[in-house]
């Protein structure tokens, strides 16, 4: 079993920045990619930010330019760095991964909500 532990959101205002931490219980070799989706309420669970073991990187629209993925390749953790937060950023932000055996994963979830 995989564990997924999330950490990093909170309140903040906007134009604010967060970073959102999701560590892994397992080695990298077993990780096909790392992402972070997002749900707010009344609304489908989005795909915010992800990047595969080889390093490549994917962002939604509407986080482009504001929102940073990254991982520490030995620590099994993937980052999301996220600045020029937006009232329509809040939501509930879940920590995924894919493993190379076609299986997935998901954290808890972490609250962001950016309000002034």
């Known amino acids: 079993q995989v564990q997924l532990v999330e950490s990093g959101g909170g309140l903040v205002q906007p134009g604010g920045s967060l970073r959102l931490s999701c560590a892994a219980s397992?080695?990298?070799?077993?990780?096909?990619?790392m992402g972070w989706y997002r749900q707010a309420p009344g609304k489908e669970r989005e795909l915010v930010a992800s990047?595969?073991?080889?390093?490549?990187?994917k962002y939604a629209d509407s986080v482009k330019g504001r929102f940073t993925i990254s991982r520490t390749y030995a620590a099994n953790t993937v980052y999301l760095q996220m600045n020029s937060l937006k009232p329509e950023d809040t939501a509930v932000y879940y920590c995924n991964t894919l493993m190379v055996d076609g299986r997935a994963y998901w954290g808890q979830g972490t609250q962001v909500t950016v309000s002034s």
């Open positions: 990047i595969t073991r080889g390093g490549s990187t």
């Open positions: 397992v080695s990298i070799f077993s990780i096909d990619a």
